[in-house]
């Protein structure tokens, strides 16, 4: 059962452009919502993540919007580069203990010059 | 500082073959994870160690053992591989707090099963 649904799937981007990924979720005992990058032979690596309790959160070209009503965030990357390039994944992380972080399918975003 | 170090990178197995893929971390972290990745399916909790003596079953955890032999290192073994455990294994820590969502993954071992 995917607690944590992605889309879309792939996304290419012109250079310069905005790249939106959706996420949405049903476990309400998410008490933290990270966003990865993973470049192609690495890890994910964290890239950003919010709070439910706060609406939006921005790191440099990186924003996160969230909106706990319709239990649904999204990631924005303004002012796309090639170097963006790379597969991203949201996630909904719970504490307690040890850290239940569950993902999104992936998105493979392409941006090209 | 390393982080997290998965060994092998790259592996072949013969359907029914085992092996045991390695992951150590040098963070001082207390729990440990292994995720599969596969396409279309994102990263999948295959085992977890809360703590150092612990061990629990994550989303997928069929076919598949793992070992927390101290604080540093997890192992996860399969013990009669199929076709279906063809995947990219990823290791992962975290400390346990701040609780942000944040893992440390290793690079990953990249698994075929013939």
């Known amino acids: 059962q995917q607690q944590v649904k992605q889309s879309p799937q792939s996304l290419i981007v012109q250079k310069g452009g905005i790249s939106i990924i959706n996420c949405a979720y049903e476990?309400?005992?998410?008490?933290?919502f990270p966003w990865y990058q993973q470049f192609p032979g690495k890890g994910p690596a964290l890239l950003i993540a919010i709070r439910p309790d706060v609406s939006e959160k921005k790191e440099g070209r990186f924003t996160i919007s969230f909106n706990k009503s319709a239990k649904q965030f999204s990631l924005h990357i303004m002012d796309s580069q090639p170097g963006d390039s790379a597969t991203y994944f949201c996630?909904?992380?719970?504490?307690?203990?040890?850290?239940?972080?569950?993902f999104g399918t992936g998105t493979k975003l392409q941006v090209i010059p | 500082n390393a982080g997290v170090t998965q060994t092998p990178k790259f592996q072949v197995l013969k359907t029914g073959q085992s092996m045991t893929l390695q992951c150590a971390q040098d963070?001082?972290?207390?729990?440990m994870y292994w995720y599969r990745q596969d396409p279309g399916m994102g990263l999948r909790l295959i085992y977890y160690s809360a703590s150092e003596g612990t061990t629990d079953k994550g989303e997928v955890p069929n076919g598949y053992n793992v070992s927390r032999l101290n604080k540093r290192e997890f192992s996860l073994r399969l013990e009669s591989a199929a076709p279906s455990q063809t995947s990219v294994y990823f290791c992962?820590?975290?400390?346990?707090?701040?609780?942000?969502?944040?893992?440390?993954f290793g690079e990953g071992s990249r698994l075929t099963v013939l």
């Open positions: 476990n309400t005992a998410f008490d933290y």
């Open positions: 992962a820590s975290n400390r346990l707090a701040p609780n942000t969502g944040e893992l440390f």
């Open positions: 963070m001082n972290h207390n729990s």
């Open positions: 996630a909904g992380a719970s504490s307690g203990g040890y850290q239940k972080v569950t």
